[in-house]
């Protein structure tokens, strides 16, 4: 009679060469699904909806905008059609900066309707005002010939940090990230939260020259406001 080998309490379970190779094979695709299905919820997107206005929130928009934008008759055969017109002409008269208003008060859908009047453009990005922080999304459509990526659209979302400090504007990237995942700080400049205007602002720049024509910037309660120098 042949005696059986009790197990003992030390023993382990032991797997075929077979076993190993089907749990190899699922942990494989398991990954593959999860990094599929990550890749189409975060770093592919589809293009936004334009911002629209109602009624009311375009008639503020539009008084806004109007000492930007002065339209002229539509009866002028030199501009193009598709500029906005009105039926007051364009009157000469001196210039003068007597009562005039230097201040800039956009909220956040007036930033995103402006831009909806691109439709091409709206379509693409999307801005978000916090307090003293702008922030971007964009769709950014990749070239059919990229390999993986060809024909997609890349999502893209960046901080820019606004205010006004020691009499002077800050401005600062906060981050850049790629489908959700933040880009090291290397990769684009090493200049996460760096002051752009007190790094770059030499004496006849961009960010000195910027810097001079702005007496304050802010964001707060989704407003962005800006004051102009004289």
């Known amino acids: 009679m042949n005696a059986h080998t009790p197990k003992t309490a030390g023993s382990t379970r032991t797997f075929s060469g077979k076993q190993v190779i089907v749990f190899i094979g699922l942990a494989v695709l398991a990954t593959a699904l999860v990094t599929v299905w990550w890749v189409n919820q975060y770093l592919f997107a589809k293009m936004f909806e334009p911002t629209r206005l109602n009624a009311a929130e375009q008639q503020v928009l539009d008084a806004k905008m109007a000492p930007l934008l002065h339209t002229v008759d539509a009866g002028s055969?030199?501009?193009?059609?598709s500029l906005p017109v009105t039926h007051m002409p364009l009157e000469p008269e001196p210039y003068s900066e007597s009562g005039p208003?230097?201040?800039?008060?956009?909220?956040?859908r007036e930033v995103n309707a402006l831009l909806a009047k691109d439709s091409e453009m709206a379509r693409h990005m999307a801005v978000d005002?916090?307090?003293?922080?702008l922030s971007?999304?964009?769709?950014?459509?990749m070239n059919e010939d990229m390999p993986l990526v060809g024909g997609?659209?890349?999502?893209l979302n960046f901080g820019l940090a606004l205010s006004y400090e020691n009499g002077k504007p800050v401005v600062a990237m906060r981050g850049i990230s790629v489908g959700g995942i933040p880009l090291p700080s290397a990769w684009w400049g090493d200049i996460k939260n760096?002051?752009?205007?007190?790094?770059?602002?030499g004496s006849g720049g961009f960010w000195d020259q910027f810097a001079k024509g702005v007496e304050d910037l802010k964001i707060k309660d989704g407003e962005l406001h800006v004051i102009l120098k004289e």
Not at 77 to 81: E, K, M, R, T, V
Not at 101 to 108: F, V, Y
Not at 129 to 133: G, P, R, Y
Not at 136 to 141: I, M
Request: glycine share 2%; charged share 30%.
């Open 77 to 81: 055969p030199a501009l193009p059609s």
């Open 129 to 133: 005002l916090s307090d003293d922080l």
């Open 101 to 108: 208003n230097r201040e800039i008060r956009l909220t956040e």
């Open 136 to 141: 971007v999304k964009l769709v950014v459509p």
């Open 194 to 201: 760096t002051n752009l205007v007190e790094e770059y602002g």
């Open 152 to 155: 997609k659209m890349l999502k």
